[in-house]
């Protein structure tokens, strides 16, 4: 099931090699959330989030986090969980770094 979502991006990696002889490559985001309110609990938090290949930092490295995004992602089950998947994310406005 596809959904979108207004999202705010806090923090961006990309990640590319090899380990124990197995290749990885992607991008990780980090999204806000809130964290369910309860008698001791309150805030939000960044959830961590795999978003295709580390390619897909050069889609957003000239962005200063944080900066608001449209995501769309995609939630699939196992049978027994569910899990969220970040399927795309576009940035809503220019937003550079600073020079330094």
Known sequence: ML????VVVTAFKASKGEMNGK??????VYIETDMQS??????I???Q???GLSSNYDLIEKFEPPFKARAIF???NNGVD???LLVDLVPEKV???SAS
Do not use: F, H, L
Not at 23 to 28: C, H, L, R, V
Not at 38 to 43: D, I, L, M, P, V
């Open 3 to 6: 959904m979108q979502s207004d």
């Open 23 to 28: 290749p990885y490559d992607s991008t990780k």
């Open 38 to 43: 309860g008698e001791r609990s309150k805030g």
């Open 45 to 47: 938090v960044s959830t």
């Open 49 to 51: 989030y795999t978003w």
């Open 74 to 76: 995609n939630v699939v």
């Open 82 to 84: 569910s899990k969220t």
């Open 95 to 97: 937003q550079p770094k």
